[in-house]
């Protein structure tokens, strides 16, 4: 894997709303644990350790509310005559019931009585909770641990049941003491009745502290994060951010698109998922600027899980004008792969196989794929030797050059009109027959006034208007010829996407016979689009090398402006005649890729079982002659993904293997 210098990225977000947050620290379901207070008894006190990972930013506490479930009406009589003190404190956990904080620590935040006020519902959770906003705010810088001293002197008590709500922690981080009769003298404290590692569900409603931002995830530390993960971040909600990661000592700024989410009164900001190179350290850090103010998030480190990661690449098919690659998937997520050609970058598709249809018959070319991880590392494929063939027989090869231009008289090809409608021109440019009704039509670019440039390989190219009374309907059928084995390529585009894409159907006839023909794509239109695009269809023959054939294609666009044909080629590698037949064809599977969920098999006669392997020569699916159905149509079974597979064809008296490429 190799290594480039790269890593800083940054988002900007926007949002002026007052930066103020309420925390929820534990969301447990123990009862009886006696904190912060225990309404049963007369007098009790707990003294509290949050510890300071339990905030993710440090502020001013106005608010601390506490989850209770009392069953005693009327819960202010009995509990009341509250003191509560806060402060940061070094300890971590209480050794024994004698290890008291020491209160010179600790901060008077309220002293005082409770009303009914104190004590709601909050209908949205489900939950009761005690509130009490603090009469002196306490400032948590967030650099130990928090401290809460929490003392109830009312002589009244409540039923035995009355109880708040907590949840376990990994230490002993409360200390509990109880009296029925006697006050409880906070400057004299005997040992506690319980020393628990538990702490109440606890709420702290915070004014964030000068704008800081804070990482959420990954946490700081944290190791084996897996290699795709998005980094999470909580900040006030007025906030101009910018993320900071790096992997070396170099960087290079790049933008990054977030998402982000209103929590409370907090902005929750999280990236899309990002691919992390394996086994590897990142340091990442948030940064807001407000103004000429810079607000620094501590710097974070995690390291990613290691993994043995390798890129292969394949060649699929190579049809002469086209080759057809395919790799394996590094990630579940659609990330972009790097497609190089020669050395240059020719394309970035997010899916694991691809068709390279800029190529030319007869030549080399070499390829690798590579992939880069959010940190400029990259993994890359072997080198890919493709040599595009010489289709070994051309029957058929027009580029429409030789044809008069705006003549729709294509001497043996046939061209009909089926829809008789005037068509629409284009506009802000003239030319013989605009607006006529006509069928396909040789078109010259640099004769239009003024000249137009559509990108077409030669000087003229064959074009279908769309119809004035859509659908369009022109008809074009190839002169004859005789073939087993019959490979078509066809070079079309549409003019305009902004006018919608051009659509076509294509097939063969045989013997002159419209009734006996076979339709590509099941029937199906295909849409064009606005670039030059290569389709490939190939078809054997198993009913005898004397059939005469045509190939057709229809323009059938509903709402669109031009189709363009650059040029047709129709080839063969077994031509034959009454002396010269040649036998053993090759089935033909349609569409090749696929698309969707179903393709189909020129032949089902004497069709006995199919079964698709995957590229490790492992077997994922087994459909039997009865699972197809009579036309050749086959659909994927489910668990079938993006790929490239191998399809073993079963008959009767013969094997046949063929590679498919799935596109999903």
């Not at 579940?332 to 694991?352: D, K, T």
């Amino acid at each position: 894997m190799q290594k480039s210098l790269v890593l800083l990225f940054w988002v900007m977000l926007q949002i002026a709303i007052l930066p103020c947050s309420q925390l929820i620290v534990g969301h447990g379901n123990d009862h009886s644990q006696h904190i912060p207070c225990d309404p049963f008894y007369n007098h009790s006190l707990s003294q509290l350790i949050y510890n300071v990972e339990y905030f993710p930013y440090s502020g001013t506490i106005t608010q601390l509310a506490f989850e209770y479930d009392f069953v005693t009406p009327n819960p202010q009589n009995y509990l009341n005559n509250i003191t509560i003190m806060l402060g940061e404190t070094s300890k971590t956990e209480f050794s024994d019931g004698d290890d008291w904080l020491d209160l010179e620590e600790l901060t008077l935040c309220y002293e005082g009585v409770l009303t009914a006020a104190n004590f709601t519902y909050n209908s949205s959770e489900d939950v009761n909770l005690l509130l009490i906003p603090l009469q002196n705010y306490f400032y948590y810088s967030k650099n130990s641990n928090l401290a809460i001293l929490f003392l109830e002197n009312e002589p009244t008590r409540g039923a035995n049941a009355d109880d708040f709500v907590a949840f376990s922690t990994p230490r002993a981080t409360s200390l509990l003491l109880m009296d029925l009769n006697n006050p409880i003298d906070i400057n004299n404290l005997g040992t506690a009745q319980f020393v628990r590692n538990k702490l109440p569900n606890t709420r702290f409603e915070f004014t964030i502290d000068e704008s800081y931002p804070v990482p959420l995830f990954p946490e700081n530390n944290s190791e084996s994060i897996e290699l795709t993960a998005s980094l999470k971040v909580i900040a006030p909600l007025e906030s101009n951010l910018e993320f900071m990661l790096r992997s070396d000592s170099a960087f290079e700024y790049f933008e990054l698109t977030a998402d982000y989410e209103i929590l409370g009164d907090s902005l929750w900001v999280i990236s899309p998922q990002l691919p992390f190179s394996p086994n590897t350290l990142y340091e990442w850090q948030v940064i807001n600027t407000l103004g000429d103010s810079i607000y620094n998030s501590e710097l974070f480190s995690f390291t990613t899980t290691a993994s043995e990661l390798a890129l292969t690449a394949f060649e699929i098919v190579n049809n002469h004008y086209s080759v057809e690659l395919s790799w394996q998937s590094l990630f579940e997520n659609n990330f972009p792969y790097h497609i190089f050609r020669n050395g240059g970058l020719i394309a970035s598709p997010e899916s694991n196989c691809w068709i390279d249809q800029d190529v030319e018959v007869g030549q080399s070319y070499s390829y690798k794929i590579r992939f880069y991880f959010i940190d400029g590392a990259f993994l890359e494929s072997e080198t890919l030797l493709v040599n595009t063939s010489f289709p070994q027989d051309i029957v058929i090869s027009e580029d429409f050059s030789a044809y008069s231009a705006w003549t729709t008289d294509l001497g043996n090809w046939q061209n009909i009109d089926k829809d008789q409608a005037t068509t629409y021109g284009l506009a802000d440019y003239s030319y013989p027959h605009w607006s006529e009704a006509s069928a396909f039509m040789v078109f010259e670019p640099s004769s239009v006034t003024p000249p137009l440039e559509i990108g077409i390989s030669g000087n003229k190219c064959l074009v279908s208007f769309a119809s004035c009374v859509p659908p369009t309907s022109d008809l074009l059928i190839s002169p004859n010829f005789r073939v087993i084995q019959v490979d078509i390529d066809v070079f079309l585009k549409s003019y305009d996407a902004n006018w919608g894409l051009e659509r076509v159907k294509c097939g063969l006839i045989f013997n002159n016979d419209p009734l006996n023909q076979y339709n590509f794509e099941q029937g199906n239109s295909i849409n064009i689009p606005a670039e030059m695009t290569h389709l490939h269809f190939s078809y054997s023959l198993d009913i005898g090398n004397d059939v005469i054939t045509n190939f057709w294609l229809e323009s059938c666009g509903v709402q669109s402006s031009m189709l363009i044909i650059d040029r047709i080629v129709i080839s063969s590698s077994a031509t034959g005649n009454a002396d010269n037949e040649v036998s053993s064809p090759n089935n033909s599977i349609f569409p090749n890729p696929i698309k969707g969920n179903e393709f189909q098999l020129s032949k089902t006669r004497g069709l006995q079982q199919l079964a698709i392997y995957n590229i490790k020569g492992q077997l994922v699916a087994k459909l039997n002659s009865q699972s197809i159905n009579k036309n050749g149509k086959i659909t994927l079974p489910q668990g079938i993904s993006s790929g490239v597979y191998l399809v073993k064809i079963s008959y009767s008296d013969r094997e046949e293997v063929q590679k498919i490429t799935v596109m999903k």
